[in-house]
């Protein structure tokens, strides 16, 4: 694929982020169902899900991260941009931030109060957004100029 064409490149951001979303959701789906792991199967909170209801978890979740994650993916390619960011921890950050973000978002047409998440929710998010920053970094990161690119640019 040719990174120098712009449909190349904005192909490219997209496989990112397509990575990043899967990697996302397997990561909060995992801290989710990590207390089935104990010996009373997560049963000291009615939140968490026995390990059959793996599949279904993971569904719901794509077919929510995926749009709800995607304004503010857009931010940060912008933002990524402008402050020319190289390393991976400006994107795991940003993933995190967008995780909140995501949340958010799908709280507004549910009329409920955006910043009312349940920290249930909103606690596994965090490491899949940052593993998921992490993700489109890895995928793209052959991409993204160097920092003599930028400073002769």
């Given amino acids: 694929m040719n990174r120098d064409l712009p449909w190349g490149r904005i192909a490219f951001a997209f496989l990112g982020y397509l990575?990043?979303?899967?990697?996302a959701v397997t990561v909060a789906v995992s801290a989710i169902l990590a207390p089935t792991a104990l010996p009373d199967n997560g049963a000291w909170g009615s939140f968490y899900a026995n390990k059959s209801d793996t599949e279904v978890l993971y569904v719901l979740g794509l077919y929510v991260t995926f749009p709800?994650?995607?304004p503010g993916f857009l931010l940060t390619l912008f933002v990524a941009r402008l402050g020319r960011w190289v390393g991976w921890l400006p994107f795991a950050c940003a993933g995190t931030l967008n995780a909140v973000l995501a949340?958010?978002?799908l709280r507004v047409p549910l009329h409920m109060p955006v910043l009312g998440t349940p920290l249930m929710i909103l606690l596994p998010c965090l490491p899949g957004g940052f593993a998921g920053g992490?993700?489109?970094?890895?995928?793209?990161?052959?991409?993204?100029?160097?920092n003599e690119e930028f400073f002769w640019s």
């Fill in 19 to 23: 990575a990043a979303v899967l990697i």
């Fill in 68 to 70: 709800t994650a995607l």
């Fill in 103 to 105: 949340l958010a978002i």
């Fill in 134 to 146: 992490i993700a489109y970094w890895a995928v793209v990161r052959r991409s993204l100029p160097s």
